[in-house]
């Protein structure tokens, strides 16, 4: 069975909110070591924090997140 990965886009909507990972950290209550984490793959959020993630930048958390199945073409 293949490993699946989430793939996420934090930073491009960090970017077009210019704000930095610290600031989205406190905004939704976690460290900014978990935003971290999160964005580089390294850790899968909860689902409360993807969806504190997603209402903060006031969309989708299918709009952040993805599930990449690492299929072979």
Same mark, same amino acid.
């Given at each position: 069975m293949p490993s699946q990965e989430l793939n996420n886009k934090i930073k491009i909507h960090r970017v077009i909110k210019n704000i930095s990972q610290e600031e989205l950290? =406190?905004?939704i209550g976690v460290t900014r070591k978990t935003i971290n984490? =999160? &964005?580089t793959g390294k850790y899968i959020p909860s689902t409360v924090i993807a969806l504190k993630i997603a209402r903060y930048f006031q !969309? !989708?958390?299918e709009d952040i997140f &993805?599930?990449?199945d690492n299929k072979p073409a």
């Open positions: 950290a =406190i905004a984490t =999160i &964005e !969309t !989708t958390v &993805e599930l990449n």
